[in-house]
């Protein structure tokens, strides 16, 4: 164990991606711990589209993150040093740690103790807060019912993947991903199970869908926002509902475009809802349980898109906003 | 009786407000009767919003409108001449007679009896489909709650005028109006009961929402779009239902604007929800039901702005989009 130990700070705000001016690497001395503290070395960071609506000095459901602080992320790490007994030193933990070597747990700032042999991968992902997002999203705000025909954009990421593939164990009579190569679209339906993909920088993605939903569609989860949200509103089906879980397409856009074809959801008597995993904190447990029977048993499968070293943490935030990721991206430190 | 009759045909689709071009006035001969038919002399149209959408050729809930067709709309009349013992000679009825002077009616086209005695204006405003809209609407997509803070767009038109008298009496702690000018903000406040109204022509709405709404919006009833729903969408309280009950701002536009603040029901957790009620058709004796009581006991006040003569039935549906109006618009002929 070093002295110092290094960590990203946000220099300043990003305007569209995050470049380089965006963050400084620190090197800061090893703190020392006070009564009721826990020290935690960080092995991952859950990179995640919400980090950059952070970063942003807008109104959230979180403060911006400030300027010269530790980029706020979700992370997992091993306790290595411990004034608190919830937390004894060799314990894997998960959590809000930041991009950072090192990090601070206490009851005021905790952490979930991640059981011992357990995959730290998937605790990132499927059985984190990525596969609960789908899990409640879909389940409890989509409300898909058995024949009902989902559609997903953001489809080849982290949650849009896991979305279709619980729709179709649900009994979904159509599911379809949308994503940005002829390579993700294919893993969507030849490994996932999807009924079709639609490769929206190739595709007309409205007159596809009117193609692959001619009954409309009745559950739309949306990841995406812009284009893809308008042409997904444009064919719904009577009574459908629209999971707004994120907007990746208007992050970076100084000035968000709203979806001109709202007012279908008059005509389809359909609603738009948003909503944030944060809420379904003490029911994670229920969905966990059934993401460890699916994932076990087969049923899902799920991806992971490792970058290596904390000083790429920007560039893999970035990915989730050009789409060069397949699966959950996480950073290995 | 004669034997020609006028009406007012779509001569061309309008760009834009209705202008003397789009519409056509027609003298056309009194149809014979067949077995089944009625002959029904229409004393007054109801004018609404609605009718706009249909002129254009865009995918709604009902058939855009033909050219060369009679403009579709709700009316009021009397049987003149009958093939059916439903509607009797000297029957009121009330359904989509169009915007002519004798309209035929059967089991195909119907029509609903007015009970004698009732008068015909309230039949049309807060009796009818309008003050149906402002009660499911609120009550059954906005489910507001006792002390619940209501704020109602377009609060001096037909529609929410009602809901905001509506919310009051069902308890909610704050009713904001947002209308068109002093004159209707006055009206709200002092007449019918409204917390507070804000002129959208001079003020700063979305500045003005959050002096007036410190715990946020928790029902925003929404006639108009544009600016004003993106002023509510920054202002939501937690859980919020957004009703999308029409958007005015935009049906006269060629590329609609959608509301770009929708990324706030993430945030909020909120709900954006559209109806028609239409879909209500088979609970409006509940909904008048309760309203007569309301209106008798002098709790809901309704103004209705009547237009004379067929020919300026035009002039008053464009009185919707320049705001004009104060309360429902009904063209008497």
Same mark, same amino acid.
């Given at each position: 164990?070093?002295?110092?130990?290094?960590?990203?700070?946000?220099?300043?705000?990003?305007?569209?991606?995050?470049?380089?001016?965006?963050?400084?690497?620190?090197?800061?001395?090893?703190?020392?711990?006070?009564?009721?503290?826990?020290?935690?070395?960080?092995?991952?960071?859950?990179?995640?589209?919400?980090?950059?609506?952070?970063?942003?000095?807008?109104?959230?459901?979180?403060?911006?993150?400030?300027?010269?602080?530790?980029?706020?992320?979700?992370?997992? *790490?091993?306790?290595?040093?411990?004034?608190?007994?919830?937390?004894?030193?060799?314990?894997?933990?998960?959590?809000?740690?930041?991009?950072?070597?090192?990090?601070?747990?206490?009851?005021?700032?905790?952490?979930?103790?991640?059981?011992?042999?357990?995959?730290?991968?998937?605790?990132?992902?499927?059985?984190?807060?990525?596969?609960?997002?789908?899990?409640?999203?879909?389940?409890?705000?989509?409300?898909?019912?058995?024949?009902?025909?989902?559609?997903?954009?953001?489809?080849?990421?982290?949650?849009?993947?896991?979305? *279709?593939?619980?729709?179709?164990?649900?009994?979904?009579?159509?599911?379809?991903?949308?994503?940005?190569?002829?390579?993700?679209?294919?893993?969507?339906?030849?490994?996932?199970?999807?009924?079709?993909?639609?490769?929206?920088?190739?595709?007309?993605?409205?007159?596809?869908?009117?193609?692959?939903?001619?009954?409309?569609?009745?559950?739309?989860?949306?990841?995406?926002?812009?284009?893809?949200?308008?042409?997904?509103?444009?064919?719904?089906?009577?009574?459908?509902?629209?999971?707004?879980?994120?907007?990746?397409?208007?992050?970076?856009?100084?000035?968000?475009?709203?979806?001109?074809?709202?007012?279908?959801?008059?005509?389809?008597?359909?609603?738009?809802?948003?909503?944030?995993?944060?809420?379904?904190?003490?029911?994670?447990?229920?969905?966990?349980?059934?993401?460890?029977?699916?994932?076990?048993?087969?049923?899902?499968?799920?991806?992971?898109?490792?970058?290596?070293?904390?000083?790429?943490?920007?560039?893999?935030?970035?990915?989730?906003?050009?789409?060069?990721?397949?699966?959950?991206?996480?950073?290995?430190?």
């Amino acid at each position: 164990m070093t002295d110092t130990y290094r960590r990203l700070v946000l220099a300043r705000r990003p305007t569209g991606n995050v470049d380089p001016s965006t963050l400084r690497l620190e090197e800061a001395e090893r703190p020392a711990l006070a009564e009721g503290e826990a020290l935690v070395e960080v092995q991952y960071l859950s990179i995640d589209p919400t980090i950059r609506t952070w970063m942003n000095d807008a109104p959230g459901y979180l403060p911006p993150i400030e300027i010269d602080a530790v980029v706020r992320s979700g992370g997992l *790490g091993t306790v290595v040093e411990s004034r608190n007994d919830d937390y004894p030193v060799g314990t894997t933990v998960f959590g809000m740690l930041g991009w950072t070597e090192l990090a601070v747990i206490s009851a005021d700032d905790p952490a979930t103790v991640v059981p011992e042999g357990i995959d730290p991968l998937p605790v990132l992902s499927v059985f984190g807060a990525t596969g609960m997002t789908a899990y409640f999203g879909l389940l409890d705000i989509g409300q898909p019912e058995e024949g009902d025909t989902v559609v997903v954009s953001g489809a080849a990421g982290a949650t849009g993947s896991v979305v *279709g593939q619980i729709a179709r164990i649900k009994g979904a009579g159509t599911v379809v991903g949308i994503a940005g190569s002829d390579e993700k679209c294919a893993w969507l339906v030849d490994e996932l199970g999807f009924t079709a993909a639609i490769n929206y920088r190739t595709e007309d993605v409205a007159a596809r869908l009117r193609e692959l939903c001619p009954k409309g569609i009745d559950v739309f989860f949306d990841n995406v926002g812009g284009d893809i949200l308008d042409a997904a509103l444009a064919n719904l089906a009577m009574k459908a509902r629209v999971v707004i879980c994120g907007a990746i397409s208007q992050y970076n856009e100084r000035v968000p475009v709203g979806p001109r074809n709202y007012v279908s959801l008059i005509f389809q008597r359909a609603r738009m809802e948003g909503f944030l995993i944060l809420d379904y904190l003490d029911r994670f447990a229920e969905g966990q349980a059934q993401m460890f029977e699916w994932v076990l048993g087969g049923q899902i499968h799920h991806r992971e898109h490792v970058v290596d070293g904390l000083e790429h943490a920007g560039d893999a935030l970035n990915m989730l906003f050009t789409g060069e990721n397949t699966g959950k991206v996480i950073v290995k430190l």
